[in-house]
């Protein structure tokens, strides 16, 4: 295996394009993430404290309880896809730049 | 090893389950005309599994092959290998029995084990693919002080996995013993030897086939049997949860579980409460601890963090867990249908009665609907559920076993021993293959030692104390600039020993004295409960009739279990720890030691500046982003 280039790692982190994925990707999973935890943490603490909520039936015998249960499961699920569809269609498409201009050994302006 | 004696191992292995069959049958689920059948498809099912280990072997030369499969795993068949890996009989049987026995808590209960996932998906998984190699060391080696980091990365991998491993061996002798009669003894012995030859001959290629044929036959498994239950309702959710509350069996448990307050209730009121909280969780913050643990302690499982060293890039790990929550996600879902199925059919007092902790729900849904205990097909369901619960035992197993193994052969043989890669790869392997028969013979000896304990709890702290120590630890070196040696040292050791030390001294150990309290009430309550059976055994109405069969055999159970208690803590007054009750109240300590893990790597960090980890955080920061040379990893 030929010798790896040798790269100037702080010249990526300063690198402007790099500051842009780096902010855009930590704000966006920073807010996902908050997002979803605080989401999944409703469904203990509503069963515990908010029990004539959760026993509202809507749907036949189904109530908010369920639904609310099955929601966290097509909540994570659109979670995962959002946030793959995002990072496939922009924070892959900057890394990818960003690493191949690297590797190369050309250093951006 | 040459192929002659691959194959004599494989066809020695699949003749070793008749030989098992003949030799050690007691009473189980199967009933003695149908063994045959159960191990029959059991044969099957090795028989394809040694059959791709032993392609497997052939492939397996490099210390990558045998790690991390060479890198070459895709992200769709590393997602079906997550499940795999994760989907442990505790969920696959003891989330479908929790639900037969306790309702909506129990399917309340499952939502929590595929949130983690987007832990896994958002801060870790890519990050770890781009700058990862074979373990969890390696993530925390790149910046900080190599020998100290694989240390204590490799103690704290052997802990967390020993916990789970140790639950998983003694969960799987108990299942099996259930399920088909072998004695639990050589049910262990069974899943480890089998483990074995997959992860010592196969290493990573094999185990992630392993992984991938278990999670497929439990998805179709899962599926048929949904199928089935559901169908008659014209695949209506309302209708058939309709009929799961009209039940008497649902009724009658409910007004079992609630005591008092069912007397002014209606059988109605009764059913539907099946459907709303609190018949299992009593306590939120338990509830909420617990929650913790799962959603950050998945992310710091090593067993799982190894599987995106198995992906090229950190595209195919992105999407190996965008797979797994979709199959994890789809399997939690079909488990609602179970869990409620069975109860429907065969009734949670029927279902207990077999096994205490409802773990036979889905298997004796799956006779049930084949058309009963004398039928064939009923019997070919069973047969099918239980090879596939056996499969799913070996395969967790197979990959817990797989991490342990790298902590000692690639951190502490390779890592520390040799101080680096100056060790040829014929050696690595050979460290890696050792590691792991020691690793094996480690986990049959617990499991067969362990017998008869309580060891649920375990896979709990296992998540808590991943959760505690491997998650800060990760998370931090890979997103915070100061994060040090000192950090990572003071996380790790004060995350794991805050998280076990607060399990030692909460609920989950046996107190001589509440043990006593409680085994008394019940052998006080027996005489009366006995008299009130006895009165409706006389009883012409044959509905009523059943019920006091099916509770004079939980009685006589409840009472026996209260005197076997009785006799175990005789002369006893405290603890092992010599308390006399639980300082901590909690069953699970995550919601203390999550925080304390988080805080003793900050402190460390800030307390013990490391130049070395601030000058590589440049490094680590562009190429966990972008993935420069992640391809090269290994040449750094």
């Not at chain 2, 969920?91 to 479908?96: D, E, N, Q, R």
């Not at chain 2, 991998?157 to 969960?171: C, D, E, K, N």
């Not at chain 2, 497929?216 to 899962?222: C, H, K, Q, R, Y």
Request: with cysteine.
């Amino acid at each position: 295996m030929a010798a790896p280039p040798t790269i100037d790692w702080s010249a990526v982190i300063s690198d402007p394009r790099f500051q842009t994925l780096h902010r855009r990707k930590q704000g966006f999973l920073a807010g996902l993430m908050v997002f979803s935890v605080v989401f999944y943490f409703l469904l203990p603490i509503g069963a515990a404290y908010f029990q004539d909520l959760f026993r509202i039936k809507v749907w036949g015998v189904i109530n908010v309880g369920l639904l609310f249960a099955l929601t966290e499961f097509v909540v994570a699920w659109v979670v995962a896809f959002y946030y793959s569809r995002r990072a496939g269609s922009e924070f892959d498409r900057l890394a990818r730049e960003i690493a191949a201009d690297y590797e190369r050994g050309k250093v951006a302006p | 090893m040459t192929v002659q004696h691959r194959k004599a191992l494989a066809w020695g292995l699949v003749g070793l389950v008749p030989l098992v069959c003949t030799t050690a049958c007691a009473q189980g689920a199967v009933i003695p005309e149908y063994r045959w059948l159960t191990f029959t498809v059991f044969a099957a099912i090795i028989a394809l599994t040694m059959y791709v280990t032993y392609v497997a072997a052939k492939r397996v030369k490099s210390a990558s092959d045998f790690y991390t499969a060479g890198g070459g795993v895709t992200g769709l068949q590393n997602g079906w290998a997550i499940a795999g890996d994760y989907l442990s009989a505790a969920s696959f049987l003891g989330i479908a029995g929790l639900i037969s026995q306790y309702g909506y808590d129990g399917f309340m209960y499952s939502v929590g084990w595929l949130v983690a996932y987007i832990t896994v998906l958002l801060v870790i998984a890519e990050p770890c693919r781009n700058i990862g190699r074979y373990t969890l060391a390696d993530i925390l080696a790149y910046r900080n002080n190599p020998k100290a980091m694989r240390i204590v990365g490799a103690l704290s991998v052997i802990t967390v996995s020993t916990f789970y491993l140790t639950a998983q061996m003694v969960g799987g002798g108990v299942l099996v013993k259930t399920l088909i009669g072998i004695d639990y003894e050589v049910s262990v012995i069974a899943v480890g030897v089998l483990m074995l030859a997959y992860v010592l001959f196969g290493g990573m290629v094999a185990t992630t086939w392993v992984q991938i044929i278990k999670a497929v036959l439990l998805v179709i498994a899962s599926l048929v049997l949904v199928i089935l239950v559901w169908s008659p309702y014209g695949f209506s959710l309302p209708a058939f949860l309709q009929d799961v509350v009209s039940d008497p069996k649902v009724q009658a448990r409910v007004a079992t579980l609630i005591g008092d307050p069912a007397k002014t209730m209606t059988p109605a009121e009764l059913g539907q409460r099946f459907l709303e909280p609190g018949l299992y969780f009593k306590a939120p913050i338990d509830q909420v601890s617990l929650g913790m643990a799962l959603v950050f302690g998945t992310a710091g499982l090593p067993h799982i963090l190894m599987r995106f060293f198995t992906v090229p890039t950190a595209q195919q790990a992105r999407k190996s867990v965008v797979w797994a929550m979709a199959i994890i996600g789809g399997f939690y879902v079909l488990t609602l249908f179970l869990g409620f199925g069975a109860a429907r059919f065969v009734g949670p007092a029927a279902i207990a009665a077999v096994d205490a902790g409802g773990n036979m729900a889905a298997p004796l849904l799956a006779q049930y609907l084949g058309g009963g205990t004398g039928s064939f097909p009923g019997n070919f369901m069973l047969a099918f559920v239980s090879a596939v619960a056996f499969a799913t035992i070996v395969a967790v197993v197979a990959g817990l076993v797989l991490a342990a193994a790298s902590a000692i052969a690639h951190d502490l043989y390779v890592g520390v021993y040799h101080g680096g890669d100056t060790v040829p790869p014929r050696q690595q392997v050979r460290a890696a293959r050792i590691a792991t028969v020691v690793v094996g013979a480690m986990a049959i000896t617990i499991g067969i030692a362990a017998k008869g304990q309580n060891v649920a709890h375990l896979v709990a702290l296992a998540f808590a104390v991943a959760a505690s120590a491997n998650f800060p630890c990760v998370l931090l070196t890979l997103y915070w600039k100061r994060c040090s040696t000192g950090g990572i040292v003071a996380g790790m050791i004060v995350g794991t020993v805050v998280a076990v030390g607060l399990t030692l001294v909460s609920p989950n150990v046996t107190y001589p004295k509440a043990v006593r309290a409680a085994s008394q009430k019940v052998l006080d309550g027996e005489a009366d409960r006995r008299s009130a059976i006895e009165q409706a055994l006389l009883s012409t109405d044959s509905r009523v009739l059943e019920k006091a069969r099916v509770d004079l055999t939980t009685l006589d159970k409840a009472v026996t279990r209260a005197k076997d208690d009785m006799a175990r803590v005789e002369g006893q007054e405290r603890s092992f720890l010599g308390l006399e009750e639980p300082v901590f109240e909690l069953k699970n300590p995550g919601i203390i030691s999550i925080p304390v893990g988080f805080l003793a790597v900050l402190f460390g960090s800030l307390l013990f500046r490391d130049r070395r980890s601030e000058e590589l955080w440049p490094e680590v920061y562009a190429r966990q982003n972008t993935g420069i040379l992640a391809s090269k990893a290994s040449a750094h």
